[in-house]
């Protein structure tokens, strides 16, 4: 059952934001980006970062209800995927991360997509520094399917994010980056954990 309603989103946000938008590469294009489950595995601790704040143009409507056991359950996956974008942000700013701490919040391509993302700064010898910002709401809840089952909205902005060189700390900012846009986000319940499933940016997307 699809619950919609009012906004939802986090009282502070964790870093997070779209460390894919400015690896390796311009983002001209539409793309998707993202991070399986170690259960038991404890969350990083980070610090936390201002809220983007969205655009009357954001296409916030029709979000999933904010109290009740909905509102509850949704508040449990954005927590689930500020998480992940916390790890992202410690992995991807060491250079002997394995990106095992990406294994906690996220499985299929979500994983498997920041897992290549964090090999290819390895091989060009780049790590990230700063942090992102970003915005999420629940869009839709499906408390009835097997297995549960949810869908975010943001507005991710990486202004404050940057490659740099692991060694000399020279920025190495791409061409052409787009530094705010929109995107979805997939999860599914898996046991008592909320798993990402699929990052997708949609450049097109004011917000």
Not at 173 to 199: C, D, H, M, N
Request: hydrophobic share 35%.
């Amino acid at each position: 059952m699809r619950q919609r309603g009012n906004v939802l989103r986090p009282g502070a946000v964790g870093v997070a934001g779209a460390v894919m938008v400015v690896l390796l590469s311009s983002c001209g294009a539409s793309g998707d980006a993202g991070s399986a489950d170690r259960l038991g595995t404890s969350a990083p601790s980070v610090a936390a970062v201002t809220p983007v704040t969205p655009s009357s143009g954001s296409g916030t409507d029709g979000i999933a209800p904010t109290d009740g056991p909905e509102g509850a359950i949704g508040r449990d996956a954005l927590r689930a995927y500020q998480d992940w974008w916390a790890a992202q942000t410690d992995a991807f700013s060491r250079s002997d991360s394995d990106g095992s701490q990406l294994q906690v919040y996220s499985t299929g391509k979500a994983l498997s997509e920041a897992l290549a993302n964090l090999h290819q700064l390895h091989e060009a010898k780049l790590v990230m520094i700063g942090s992102p910002r970003n915005s999420p709401v629940v869009k839709t809840i499906d408390i009835k399917a097997d297995p549960p089952t949810a869908v975010l909205s943001d507005c991710l902005d990486v202004t404050g994010w940057h490659q740099t060189d692991a060694t000399t700390h020279e920025t190495k900012a791409p061409q052409q980056g787009l530094t705010r846009y929109g995107a979805t986000v997939s999860l599914r319940k898996s046991g008592a954990r909320w798993l990402i499933v699929e990052f997708k940016r949609e450049v097109d997307r004011t917000c």
